[in-house]
Nanobody, 125 residues
Framework: AVELVESGGGSVQTGGSLRLSCVASGSSQSRFCMAWFRQAPGEEREQVANIDDLGYTNYADSVKGRFLISKDDRKNTLYLRMDTLQPGDTAMYYC???????????????????WGQGTQVTVSS
């Protein structure tokens, strides 16, 4: 089984930056599509960004140009660099692995079978 542990969340003011990390254990993350999701209270979980085994990335329109997903397969670690944070980015952030594919990463949460416990990001105005 793949276990994922996120860290790096916190509270920042509008315009601030954070970097989230997600360490995978139990299997190499290089074998799977990896993604960051977020969920605000009362809202559905949405994908923020994904990255495939070769490093190709996709982003939600709301974060393009502000967020950067990356990974270090030697460290089995996934990252999300978040710049120019806005109050609308406030949410619990989760990393996830789609254990069924290496590329053509999907957006739907149901495709991802391994999840971390989440890390809270709060952006104040």
């Amino acid at each position: 089984a793949v276990e994922l542990v996120e860290s790096g969340g916190g509270s920042v003011q509008t315009g601030g930056s954070l970097r989230l990390s997600c360490v995978a254990s139990g299997s190499s993350q290089s074998r799977f599509c990896m993604a960051w999701f977020r969920q605000a209270p009362g809202e559905e979980r949405e994908q923020v960004a994904n990255i495939d085994d070769l490093g190709y990335t996709n982003y939600a329109d709301s974060v393009k140009g502000r967020f950067l997903i990356s990974k270090d397969d030697r460290k089995n670690t996934l990252y999300l660099r978040m710049d120019t944070l806005q109050p609308g980015d406030t949410a619990m952030y989760y990393c996830a692995a789609d254990l069924s594919r290496r590329h053509a990463c999907q957006r739907a949460p149901v495709q991802y079978k391994a999840w971390g416990q989440g890390t809270q990001v709060t952006v104040s105005s």
